[in-house]
């Protein structure tokens, strides 16, 4: 069985500065993992995703994430802050056949 | 690449009342479908995937059901509304010809439905 534990149901940081959203996970198999952004009333994006490849991952609009199996942690950071990343961020695993279990999601909040 | 749409976008029914979403997808044949559903304040919460037509798997017992009765076309229904259905509910897909894990689902824009 697979699970994944997202540390902070919310984060404030001030625009320009670094963002840090954490989250552990435990699976069976050797996982994929990826984050997800969803803003207010929209359907999820896909930010990034691990697959077993590199264990740094670069992600869009400037989102990266690190993959450490002996911490079991794929934390999500970006080095800078923007106003436009306020929003609801979900870490999620995927387990065989493509099911996904996801966080209970982070709501970051930018202030100027 | 893969374009999937949901409509209605938003709905307002009263309890008691059925219920119809529709769920399209372009660019992918014999995809992976799933029903998510997200409660004010929760996370998302798988409901059904179909990896077929006419293939549905349910993740939690309701009193809602779905549908594909064809390859690119997922619907989810209700025959009577509760106020516990209210929520945002998401389709997404996996497109075809991926196998295991490795595969990235693709969400639609999602309907707004609130119960009253």
């Known amino acids: 069985a697979q699970s994944v534990t997202q540390l902070d149901s919310h984060v404030s940081v001030s625009e320009g500065t670094p963002v840090l959203l954490r989250c552990n996970y435990s699976?069976?198999?050797?996982?994929?993992l990826f984050w997800y952004v969803q803003h207010p009333n929209k359907g999820l994006q896909l930010l990034l995703k691990y697959t077993s490849a590199a264990t740094l991952v670069k992600g869009i609009n400037g989102f990266e994430a690190e993959f450490k199996k002996s911490e079991t942690s794929f934390h999500l950071t970006k080095p800078s802050a923007h106003m436009s990343d306020a929003a609801e961020y979900f870490c999620?695993?995927?387990?065989?056949?493509?099911?996904?279990?996801f966080g209970a999601g982070t709501q970051v909040v930018v202030t100027p | 690449s893969q374009t999937i749409h949901q409509w209605p976008a938003t709905l307002v029914q009263p309890v008691g009342s059925p219920l119809s979403l529709e769920c399209t997808v372009e660019g992918t044949s014999n995809p992976n479908l799933y029903w998510y559903r997200q409660a004010a304040g929760r996370g998302l919460q798988l409901l059904f995937y179909?990896?077929?037509?006419?293939?549905i798997s349910s993740e939690v017992p309701q009193n809602l059901s779905a549908s594909r009765p064809q390859d690119r076309q997922f619907i989810l229904s209700s025959k009577k509304l509760l106020l516990s259905d209210s929520g945002f509910y998401l389709c997404?897909?996996?497109?075809?010809?991926?196998?295991?894990?490795?595969?990235?689902?693709?969400f639609g824009p999602g309907t707004r439905l609130t119960v009253l």
């Open positions: 999620v695993v995927s387990s065989l056949w493509g099911k996904l279990q």
């Open positions: 179909s990896v077929g037509i006419g293939q």
């Open positions: 699976s069976s198999y050797s996982p994929s």
């Open positions: 997404a897909c996996k497109p075809s010809g991926s196998q295991g894990t490795r595969d990235t689902q693709y």
